[in-house]
C-alpha cells in the first residue's frame, strides 16, 4: 500500500508539473542560462530560479546544446548524454524535463538505441525512419515537388540580413528543403520526460534523439534542456 500510495503522489506530482509548465515557463526570474561548447556539452554551470506554483515551490533549470548536423541526409545526434547531465546539473530530484528544438526543420524524438549501423552511420531504427518518411515526404529536389517556397517567400528571404546563410547560391534551389519542415512537423519539436529521483525517467534501452531533416547543408544547430521540478 505504501508503494502505491508513493507511486500515486508521483503520478498526481508529475500530472502538476505538466500542466504548470508553460505558465511556469513565462514567469520572470528563471535565472540565467548557460551557453554550451561544439560538442553538445554545457560549459556553464547552470542556474535555478524559483517560483511558487499552486502547493509547490518549483525550479526551472535549462541548459543549451550546440550542434553539428552533416548535410546530405538527415543528421541523427544521440543527446541522452547531456540530458542525463542537465537533470544531474539541475539538483531537481522530481519533475519533468523538456527537450527542445528552435528550429522548424528539425525535431526530437525518443527511440529504442539500435547497435547495429549502416555504412552511413545512422542505427538501423532511423534508416528505417528515413525509409518511412520518404514513402510519404520524399526528399525536395526540384519545383514540381511542393508548393514551398514560393516566388514571394523566396523574395522576403533575399531581404533578411542573413539571407547569404539560406541562399549561398542566391537562387530559389538553394530553398528546396519542404521536406524536412514537414518531416519535422510529423515528428515534433520537443519531447517530455519524467524526473524521478534525479534521474530521466526512461529504461535501458530509451534514448534521446535530435534529428535534422535539412539535407542542404551542414549547419550548427540548438537544442534547450529545461528541467523543472523540486
Known amino acids: ?21 508553460f505558465r511556469f515557463m513565462h514567469t520572470e526570474g528563471t535565472g540565467s542560462v548557460p551557453e554550451s561548447d561544439g560538442d553538445g556539452q554545457s560549459n556553464g554551470t547552470g542556474s535555478k530560479g524559483q517560483r511558487t506554483a499552486g502547493r509547490l515551490n518549483m525550479s526551472v533549470y535549462k541548459e543549451h546544446l550546440k550542434l553539428q548536423s552533416h548535410g546530405g541526409t538527415p543528421s541523427y545526434i544521440n543527446v541522452t548524454p547531456q540530458v542525463r547531465a542537465a537533470i544531474e546539473n539541475s539538483g531537481i530530484k522530481e519533475g519533468i524535463c523538456v527537450v527542445i528544438s528552435p528550429h522548424t526543420t528539425c525535431g526530437v524524438f525518443f527511440e529504442e538505441f539500435v547497435h547495429d549501423i549502416t555504412p552511413e552511420g545512422d542505427e538501423f531504427l532511423q534508416a528505417d525512419l528515413n525509409d518511412v518518411l520518404k514513402k510519404i515526404i520524399p526528399d525536395h529536389t ?7 517556397p514560393g516566388p514571394e517567400h523566396f523574395r522576403i528571404v533575399r531581404t533578411w540580413p542573413n539571407a547569404a546563410d539560406y541562399l549561398p547560391d542566391d537562387d530559389i ?4 528543403n519542404g521536406d524536412a519542415h514537414l518531416k519535422a512537423t510529423v515528428i515534433g519539436s520537443s519531447q517530455t520526460f519524467e524526473v524521478t529521483d534525479g534521474k530521466l525517467g526512461v529504461g535501458t534501452t530509451g534514448y534521446v534523439y535530435f534529428a535534422d531533416f535539412d539535407r542542404t547543408r551542414p549547419r550548427e544547430r ?4 529545461v528541467v523543472i521540478g523540486e
Open 173 to 176: 534551389s538553394d530553398l528546396y
Open 1 to 21: 500500500l505504501k508503494k502505491r500510495a508513493k507511486k500515486q503522489k508521483k503520478s498526481e506530482l508529475f500530472q502538476l508539473y505538466v500542466a504548470n509548465f
Open 222 to 225: 540548438k537544442c534547450s534542456v
Open 142 to 148: 526540384d519545383a514540381s515537388q511542393f508548393r514551398y
